[in-house]
């Protein structure tokens, strides 16, 4: 691979981790519940807001990149130690997103309901930037193959189990912290069905073009 495509794939995946976080923030800013894998981290905001969503954010991923280690030992390669900038960069992305959609008006259910909507959207378009670009998955997902190359099992199945396991931690530490459950909704529940469709409609939309720039 030449070095100006590489450069072009790897910018592709900050603009990828942009759009992400961007879905993220409007999703919480609905506040009818976050991403399943985000849930963790946005239970931790909530019960310690001195670091801020997007900090928690990272902090999980960078969990998942130690959890990566773990499982690959020797087959962990050192270009997956990138994940760390690229964790603080997705934070820091949240945290703008964050600001930039804070002046969205909230007071209705049904302007909720599209703003986690549009959250869902970006959400999708971020992925399909991701997977166009092939340089590199995001932490949790990163973690997922490791485990699927490791057990030799289905990637698809791994990476629901671990939407699962999230929300239910997520749930859990909700009832320890505020003996009620906060920062799930039915916002999570629609954005764990919608994105996968999300990303269908946008790749095909996004990668002729995309892969013109790229290999130009």
Known sequence: MKKSELIKRY?????C??????GIALAKHSDLGISPISSVANVLSLKW???SLGNWMTVMNCVFILLQILVLRKNFKPVQFLQIPLSFI????TDLGLILVGWL???SYLLKLLIQL?????????IALGVIAGVMLNSPEAFVKAVSDTS???FGFLKVALDVAMVVIALTLSLIF???IEGIREGTVITALLVGICVKIFRPLLQKPLDAFIKK
């Open 90 to 93: 997705f934070g820091w992305f």
């Open 152 to 154: 030799k099992k289905e």
């Open 118 to 126: 549009g959250g869902v959207a970006t959400l999708g378009f971020g």
């Open 17 to 22: 981790l942009f759009f992400i976080g961007l």
């Open 49 to 51: 807001k001195a670091l």
């Open 11 to 15: 910018l592709l995946f900050i603009f």
């Open 105 to 107: 008006p909230t007071n």
């Open 178 to 180: 505020f003996g009620r």
